[in-house]
């Protein structure tokens, strides 16, 4: 009975997942890699040295593997000159674990996908819009099927800086730790203080409302009120850009993935604005899975061979 172990070394976790002949997790390490206070993120050889130190650890922490499939994600995201170093020390693990019996290759954002799909399955092999919304990405596209596997075209997205850098940016200039999203979530409290986001038909923008939210702190206005904008400013700026995606696809199933998707604000001003109102079926990934994991490209192999 064969288990299915995917692997992903993104930008921000080392991350292991290995389910069992019944799709069930059986071993899951997620492993946040360390930021120093004040940073931004990391340099791409100092997350390289961390995934190194601690892939090996978790692999040896697993313990052998028999008769299991491997599959790793290999880039960013599923287009031609997609590329980040960190995403090889995964790919350079799975290549020995696999001994030449092959693996599966999926882009970060296509795991992603398939880990809200674990946990939404009655999307499979039906067309969705998905909007994968994190720290390093805000994107949406339109997910179709290809033997089994996810087709993607790229619906629109963000100008400049993602969601999820415009709320790190937000949070570090207030000097909380990084990544930032946990710990505005933590503190923020309703107020009418609004943060405004440009929107034009599938795209958007967040250079602008990081700039108010900077002032806003230099000028000394109580971060609570700020934390809860930003969020709120996020959630009205996805809602926006999905709303015009499905009146211009007639798509209106709708999987929203990412980091940044795991914030409760941004999770109940979506489904007011849309899945309640009925102009969407919205489908989140549970918040422990929308953020950097192996648990999708472990799904994909898993259904790959049992559907």
């Not at 800086?161 to 409290?189: C, N, T």
């Amino acid at each position: 009975m064969s288990k299915y172990l995917g692997i992903d070394t993104s930008n921000y976790r080392t991350s292991v997942c290995l389910l069992d002949e019944a799709g069930c997790i059986e071993f899951e390490r997620r492993q946040l890699l360390y930021v120093p206070q004040g940073k931004l993120g990391l340099r791409q050889q100092e997350a390289v040295f961390q995934h190194l130190k601690s892939l090996g650890a978790i692999l040896e922490e697993l313990g052998p593997l028999f008769d299991t499939r491997f599959g790793v994600t290999d880039k960013p995201r599923p287009v031609e000159g997609s590329y980040m170093p960190c995403f090889l020390v995964g790919e350079s693990f799975t290549r020995a674990l696999a001994a030449g019996q092959g693996y599966l290759c999926l882009s970060h954002q296509e795991n992603h996908i398939w880990a809200g799909l674990s946990e939404n399955p009655d999307l499979i092999k039906k067309p969705f819009i998905a909007g994968h919304i994190s720290g390093g990405t805000t994107e949406f596209v339109l997910v179709s099927w290809e033997n089994k596997m996810l087709k993607i075209k790229e619906l629109g997205g963000t100008t400049d800086i993602s969601a999820g850098q415009f709320l790190d940016r937000v949070g570090v200039a207030m000097g909380l730790p990084f990544p930032a999203g946990v710990y505005l979530e933590e503190m923020a409290k309703p107020s009418e203080l609004r943060l405004g986001v440009k929107v034009i038909e599938s795209s958007l923008s967040y250079s602008g409302p990081e700039t108010k939210a900077k002032e806003l702190i230099q000028k000394g206005i109580d971060g609570r009120y700020i934390a809860y904008a930003a969020f709120l400013a996020v959630a009205k700026s996805v809602g926006r850009v999905l709303t015009n995606l499905i009146a211009a696809t007639k798509v209106t199933d709708v999987l929203l993935v990412g980091g940044v998707m795991a914030n409760g604000i941004i999770r109940e001003r979506l489904k007011q604005d849309l899945h309640h109102s009925s102009l969407a079926k919205l489908c989140f990934a549970s918040p422990k899975a929308s953020g950097d994991n192996a648990l999708g490209v472990a799904t994909a192999i898993y259904w790959g061979e049992n559907s």
